[in-house]
């Protein structure tokens, strides 16, 4: 369970934020700060634990049948990733604080950072591929946001659009991956693919599953040649740079590799795609790095070159290099989320970010320089360091590593790297703080206050402390995450700053001197290299984007002309050939089950219905009578419902049809009341062609299924099961919030995106040229001289408390006998609308106090939470709990959760239904140029016989 808690508690704390955006940016952050805080001592609690052996798990299936988990564990290698996302984020929690200025909106800042936050520890916490693709797509949807969380700027828009699109493909890719994968394996469950390895890499579809994955990885780590879009994501904030780009989301990708290394390293395939794509990254990153201007493009690109280090590393297939790796891991979080903080810290003192016009900065900020050099110095590989440790493991890993029958070449280009990385990491430190002071800064440059300082100086602490006692504080760490990563106990290293005299060192130092030698002759290198020919990855992406675009541009104009009739009649007959194909490949004969007689009175029902419709059909112009057919149409199937011993669909049908008869009434009276001719008689036949194909194939279809027995129904297990399973007597409605909840779920959601896009497409109807149209339109219709008579709205008045007990009825004993949620939610708005039409928009509107749009909002948390709820208790999702209470004054009562279930049913019904109602009014008013009453009839209550004389 305390895994659980730790994996929601980022999306708990990014709900509590958002719904205290009136305490103020302190309140905001302090809620920021408690809830990381919370999450980070629960996964101390946990830390002996899994240091000792243990695997804390949660486990919920889902649809067991289709491989739909939510588990999570927590082994070393989830730890060490949890620690950095938790440990570090609290710092940026902290560090942002004081960075973001006064009119930034923190609270959408914290909210964002924590739903990241979550996403992260959901894909370094999961036991099931496929919840972990839901978190790793939930990543790239977050970080676009924080990238583009300054949407003023052009450039953090672009930034974010860039992440969205390359992550967001990559993504697609690795689901196809991992399908696979769990495909190989027989299972989608993490811990069952990573005891798979001789029948993964035995399968035919490994090199296939091995792509599609690495893609993933490759994309979300900025490797080669998708690494572009790392450094124009620098447009967000520095927190967000320094959270994301640092310790966590381009991570993401090591870390997948990491998690998989046991089923799928070890082979050929894997050891010439992973450690040359990681080893050309390196490379590429630290060369573009030295001779970038901006701090962050600097700490940017040096950040893909690291990324390139860790992939080169896994690449190589081996248990040490794997354990380097990890170090490594943890010495690039910590030395560069400190960079990217103190490089916040230059441009908020400074107001610039330019390293041509830095430089002098020692004498006046002296903590910022300590901190900075003491990050820069573990970056470039200084003894006595962390990073030192880790750069001279990874060149004796590359000395030992041989390419193509190469032996020194892969050694030789890690050491380029790595004098590269000397040199960027000396610029960023004597260019801006070494040297003379440059009088031309926007702002006079100080050490910042301790709320900004602080966060960076502790992890610089943790950078020396780490390079002085390597064995004692990272070691055990380190020797248990490698254990997680390569599937067995690692080799025992002992992890110490002094390896003796070996090539690793002799490497080392080389680097060291020709990254110093590079820093001297810098003014020489610069010139030469911007006078190499270069390929901009940013409009490479921008052809390449306005290509896809143009392309399906194309595409749509094919396919889709504006032309509903051409749109429907593709999509019918589309349905109609499918449909046929199926009822001839099930071979489109009927059963042997016995059909019932018809009595006169269905017979005449069934007359009425065929009639009605014709009359629909063929009186489609006159759109005021279409709609009384369409209205028989509706009783008669309620009718047919109540016949057929199914009163919940009869209850529904009837609702529904009220709700839609209503809201189409208000429609039709902004339309005209005879429209144009819009088909032509060949058009006409040819719809009339595919109606009754349609209609055929579709009743055809309904007599092969009601003519067979079928064999085993699963009415069967309803009936058996509602009342011992679901805790009501009413099957239907059981079924409709337990067994089937899920579905009532999505369509409950469909209910509220629908009423949303009616918002959105009628919300712009009353401004620019439409707006302009609606004022200039003279309506075709009559229009009474009493438009809110005195009877209807007493009426009115009279039936809203019994409508509104009838709702309350019908909602309290639906788990039981005929009602439910849905019903009783469209008897509500059935009671709202007829307020409405009786009296008016505006007067109702001002007299109730709940907003639609949080109503659809509540109805879907309500919902979602009670399913949530079940899975806390070890049940499936949606699960209904029910028990006997003894209340006092009314005794024994069967209370079941399906009831806030229902709930959450009524609102979203409701919100969904007074939205509409509300958009189609305030167009409607606009229209007719109505003047704003606050009486709720045409003879104004309040005032007396001889003022209206």
């Given at each position: 369970?305390?895994?659980?808690?730790?994996?929601?508690?980022?999306?708990?704390g990014?709900?509590?934020?958002?719904?205290?955006?009136?305490?103020?940016?302190?309140?905001?952050?302090?809620?920021?700060?408690?809830?990381?805080?919370?999450?980070?001592?629960?996964?101390?609690?946990h830390?002996?634990?899994?240091?000792?052996?243990e695997?804390?798990?949660a486990?919920?299936?889902?649809?067991?049948?289709?491989?739909?988990?939510?588990?999570?564990?927590l082994?070393?290698?989830?730890?060490?990733?949890?620690?950095?996302?938790?440990g570090?984020?609290?710092l940026?929690?902290?560090?942002?604080?004081?960075?973001l200025?006064?009119?930034?909106p923190?609270?959408?800042?914290?909210?964002?950072?924590?739903?990241?936050q979550?996403?992260?520890?959901?894909?370094?916490?999961?036991?099931?591929?496929?919840?972990?693709?839901?978190?790793?797509?939930m990543?790239?949807?977050t970080?676009?946001?924080?990238?583009?969380?300054?949407?003023?700027?052009?450039?953090?828009r672009?930034?974010?659009?860039?992440?969205?699109?390359?992550?967001?493909?990559g993504?697609?890719?690795?689901?196809?991956?991992?399908?696979?994968?769990?495909?190989?394996?027989?299972?989608?469950?993490?811990?069952?693919?990573?005891?798979?390895?001789?029948?993964?890499?035995?399968?035919?579809?490994?090199?296939?599953a091995?792509?599609?994955?690495?893609?993933?990885?490759?994309?979300?780590?900025?490797?080669?040649?998708?690494?572009?879009?790392?450094?124009?994501?620098?447009?967000?904030?520095?927190?967000?740079?320094?959270?994301?780009?640092?310790?966590?989301m381009?991570?993401?990708?090591?870390?997948?590799?990491?998690?998989?290394?046991?089923?799928?390293?070890?082979?050929?395939?894997?050891?010439y795609?992973?450690?040359?794509?990681?080893?050309?990254?390196?490379?590429?990153?630290?060369?573009?790095?030295?001779?970038k201007?901006?701090l962050?493009?600097?700490?940017?690109?040096?950040?893909?070159?690291?990324?390139?280090l860790?992939?080169?590393?896994?690449?190589?297939?081996?248990?040490?290099?794997?354990?380097?790796?990890?170090?490594?891991?943890?010495?690039?979080?910590?030395?560069?989320?400190?960079?990217?903080?103190?490089?916040?810290?230059?441009?908020?003192?400074?107001?610039?970010?330019d390293?041509?016009?830095?430089?002098?900065?020692?004498?006046?900020?002296?903590?910022?320089?300590?901190?900075?050099?003491?990050?820069?110095?573990?970056?470039?590989g200084?003894?006595?360091?962390?990073?030192?440790?880790?750069?001279?493991?990874?060149?004796?890993?590359?000395?030992?590593?041989?390419?193509?029958?190469?032996?020194?070449?892969?050694?030789?280009l890690?050491?380029?790297?790595?004098?590269?990385?000397?040199?960027?990491?000396?610029r960023?430190?004597?260019?801006?703080?070494?040297?003379?002071?440059?009088?031309?800064?926007?702002?006079?440059?100080?050490?910042?206050?301790?709320?900004?300082?602080?966060?960076?100086?502790?992890?610089?602490?943790?950078?020396?402390?780490?390079?002085?006692?390597?064995?004692?504080?990272?070691?055990?760490?380190?020797q248990?995450?490698?254990g997680?990563?390569?599937?067995?106990?690692?080799?025992?290293?002992e992890?110490?700053?002094?390896?003796?005299?070996?090539?690793?060192?002799?490497?080392?130092?080389?680097?060291?001197?020709?990254?110093?030698?590079m820093?001297?002759?810098?003014?020489?290198?610069?010139?030469?290299?911007?006078?190499?020919?270069?390929?901009?990855?940013?409009?490479?992406?921008d052809?390449?984007?306005?290509?896809?675009?143009?392309?399906?541009?194309?595409?749509?104009?094919?396919?889709?002309?504006?032309?509903?009739?051409?749109?429907?009649?593709?999509?019918?007959?589309?349905?109609i050939?499918?449909?046929?194909?199926?009822i001839?490949?099930?071979?489109?004969?009927?059963?042997?089950?016995?059909?019932?007689?018809?009595?006169?009175?269905?017979?005449?029902?069934w007359?009425?219905?065929?009639?009605?419709?014709?009359?629909?059909?063929l009186?489609?112009?006159?759109?005021?009578?279409?709609?009384?057919?369409?209205?028989?149409?509706?009783?008669?199937?309620?009718?047919?419902?109540?016949?057929?011993?199914?009163?919940?669909?009869?209850?529904?049908?009837?609702?529904?049809?009220?709700?839609?008869?209503?809201?189409l009434l208000?429609?039709?009276?902004?339309?005209?009341?005879?429209p144009?001719?819009?088909?032509?008689a060949?058009?006409?036949?040819?719809?009339?062609?595919?109606?009754?194909?349609?209609?055929?194939?579709?009743g055809?279809?309904?007599?092969?299924?009601?003519?067979?027995?079928?064999?085993?129904?699963?009415?069967?297990?309803?009936?058996?099961n509602?009342y011992?399973?679901?805790?009501?007597?009413?099957?239907?409605?059981?079924?409709?919030?337990?067994?089937?909840?899920?579905?009532?779920?999505?369509?409950?959601i469909?209910l509220?995106?629908?009423?949303?896009?009616?918002?959105?497409?009628?919300?712009?109807?009353v401004?620019?040229?439409?707006?302009?149209?609606?004022?200039?339109?003279?309506?075709?219709?009559?229009?009474?001289?009493?438009?809110?008579?005195?009877?209807?709205?007493?009426?009115?008045?009279?039936?809203?408390?019994f409508?509104?007990?009838?709702?309350?009825?019908?909602?309290?004993?639906?788990?039981?006998?005929?009602?439910?949620?849905?019903?009783?939610?469209l008897?509500?708005?059935i009671?709202?609308?007829?307020?409405?039409?009786?009296?008016?928009?505006?007067?109702?509107?001002?007299?109730?106090?709940?907003?639609?749009h949080?109503?659809i909002?509540?109805?879907?948390?309500?919902?979602?939470?009670?399913?949530?709820?079940?899975?806390?208790?070890?049940?499936?999702?949606?699960?209904t709990?029910h028990?006997?209470?003894?209340?006092?004054?009314?005794?024994e009562?069967?209370?079941?959760?399906?009831?806030?279930?229902?709930l959450?049913?009524?609102?979203?019904?409701?919100?969904?239904?007074?939205?509409?109602?509300?958009?189609?009014?305030?167009?409607a008013?606009?229209?007719?140029?109505?003047?704003?009453?606050?009486?709720?009839?045409?003879?104004?209550?309040?005032?007396?016989?001889?003022?209206?004389?």
């Amino acid at each position: 369970m305390g895994i659980l808690l730790l994996s929601v508690l980022p999306f708990l704390g990014a709900l509590l934020v958002a719904c205290l955006h009136r305490t103020g940016r302190n309140g905001q952050a302090l809620t920021a700060i408690t809830v990381t805080s919370a999450a980070l001592a629960l996964l101390l609690f946990h830390t002996p634990g899994v240091m000792a052996g243990e695997v804390p798990t949660a486990r919920f299936a889902w649809v067991p049948a289709a491989g739909l988990a939510a588990n999570f564990f927590l082994d070393p290698l989830g730890l060490l990733f949890a620690g950095l996302i938790l440990g570090i984020g609290l710092l940026i929690v902290i560090y942002a604080r004081f960075y973001l200025a006064a009119d930034d909106p923190m609270g959408r800042f914290y909210v964002f950072l924590l739903l990241f936050q979550g996403a992260m520890l959901g894909i370094v916490l999961s036991d099931n591929i496929l919840l972990l693709i839901v978190f790793w797509e939930m990543t790239s949807i977050t970080s676009f946001l924080l990238i583009g969380y300054w949407r003023h700027l052009p450039e953090a828009r672009q930034g974010a659009r860039m992440a969205l699109v390359v992550t967001g493909g990559g993504g697609l890719a690795l689901l196809a991956g991992m399908l696979i994968l769990g495909s190989i394996a027989g299972s989608y469950d993490l811990t069952t693919i990573l005891g798979s390895r001789e029948i993964v890499q035995a399968s035919p579809l490994y090199p296939l599953a091995l792509a599609l994955i690495l893609l993933g990885c490759f994309t979300k780590s900025a490797q080669f040649p998708f690494h572009f879009w790392l450094p124009h994501a620098m447009a967000a904030p520095t927190p967000v740079s320094a959270y994301l780009h640092s310790a966590t989301m381009v991570k993401a990708g090591v870390f997948l590799l990491a998690r998989l290394w046991p089923v799928l390293a070890g082979t050929d395939m894997w050891f010439y795609s992973v450690a040359t794509v990681g080893l050309v990254t390196m490379l590429v990153g630290a060369a573009i790095a030295v001779f970038k201007n901006d701090l962050k493009a600097i700490l940017a690109y040096s950040t893909v070159s690291q990324l390139g280090l860790l992939t080169m590393l896994l690449g190589f297939g081996t248990p040490m290099a794997a354990m380097v790796a990890v170090f490594h891991i943890i010495n690039h979080a910590t030395f560069k989320a400190a960079l990217f903080m103190t490089a916040g810290i230059i441009d908020h003192e400074t107001g610039t970010r330019d390293v041509r016009r830095l430089g002098g900065l020692l004498a006046v900020m002296p903590i910022t320089a300590t901190i900075a050099g003491v990050a820069a110095a573990s970056m470039a590989g200084f003894p006595p360091l962390n990073g030192f440790i880790s750069k001279e493991m990874m060149l004796e890993q590359a000395w030992l590593t041989t390419w193509g029958g190469f032996g020194g070449l892969v050694a030789l280009l890690a050491t380029v790297a790595a004098a590269l990385s000397v040199a960027y990491s000396l610029r960023l430190f004597v260019h801006v703080f070494m040297g003379k002071s440059k009088p031309e800064l926007p702002q006079a440059p100080h050490d910042p206050p301790a709320g900004l300082w602080l966060p960076p100086a502790f992890l610089a602490f943790l950078v020396v402390a780490i390079g002085l006692l390597p064995a004692l504080i990272a070691g055990p760490l380190v020797q248990a995450v490698s254990g997680a990563v390569i599937g067995f106990p690692p080799p025992l290293v002992e992890l110490k700053l002094w390896h003796g005299f070996n090539p690793a060192l002799f490497l080392s130092i080389a680097a060291i001197v020709a990254g110093a030698l590079m820093l001297r002759s810098y003014r020489g290198l610069e010139p030469r290299w911007r006078t190499l020919p270069t390929i901009e990855a940013k409009t490479l992406f921008d052809k390449l984007v306005a290509a896809i675009v143009a392309g399906a541009t194309w595409v749509t104009a094919a396919l889709h002309n504006a032309s509903l009739q051409r749109t429907l009649v593709v999509f019918f007959g589309t349905a109609i050939v499918l449909g046929t194909a199926g009822i001839i490949e099930g071979g489109g004969a009927t059963g042997a089950r016995a059909t019932l007689p018809a009595s006169p009175v269905a017979v005449a029902a069934w007359l009425a219905l065929v009639g009605a419709a014709l009359a629909v059909t063929l009186g489609y112009r006159e759109r005021f009578l279409s709609l009384i057919f369409i209205s028989v149409i509706g009783l008669v199937i309620a009718l047919g419902f109540v016949h057929l011993s199914a009163p919940d669909l009869a209850l529904t049908q009837i609702s529904v049809e009220v709700v839609t008869i209503l809201l189409l009434l208000l429609a039709l009276n902004l339309l005209p009341k005879t429209p144009r001719q819009l088909s032509s008689a060949r058009r006409h036949l040819r719809d009339a062609a595919v109606g009754v194909a349609g209609g055929g194939a579709l009743g055809y279809s309904a007599w092969l299924v009601m003519t067979r027995d079928p064999n085993n129904p699963i009415s069967a297990f309803h009936w058996a099961n509602s009342y011992a399973g679901g805790g009501g007597t009413n099957v239907v409605n059981v079924t409709l919030v337990d067994f089937r909840a899920f579905d009532t779920f999505g369509e409950i959601i469909v209910l509220g995106i629908a009423a949303l896009t009616i918002f959105a497409l009628l919300d712009t109807a009353v401004r620019g040229a439409s707006g302009r149209r609606l004022l200039a339109w003279v309506p075709d219709l009559v229009r009474s001289p009493e438009r809110h008579p005195m009877m209807f709205v007493i009426a009115t008045r009279l039936l809203l408390p019994f409508a509104m007990a009838v709702a309350i009825f019908l909602f309290l004993r639906g788990h039981n006998l005929p009602g439910g949620g849905f019903i009783a939610g469209l008897v509500v708005s059935i009671a709202l609308l007829m307020q409405f039409m009786a009296s008016g928009y505006e007067w109702a509107d001002r007299r109730r106090s709940l907003d639609e749009h949080r109503m659809i909002a509540w109805g879907v948390l309500v919902a979602s939470l009670t399913g949530a709820g079940a899975a806390l208790f070890g049940v499936p999702f949606f699960t209904t709990g029910h028990d006997y209470f003894a209340i006092p004054l009314i005794g024994e009562v069967h209370l079941a959760t399906a009831l806030l279930f229902d709930l959450g049913v009524v609102l979203a019904v409701v919100g969904a239904v007074t939205l509409a109602l509300a958009e189609l009014s305030n167009v409607a008013q606009r229209a007719e140029r109505l003047e704003k009453v606050d009486h709720p009839m045409d003879i104004d209550p309040s005032r007396g016989p001889e003022d209206r004389a």
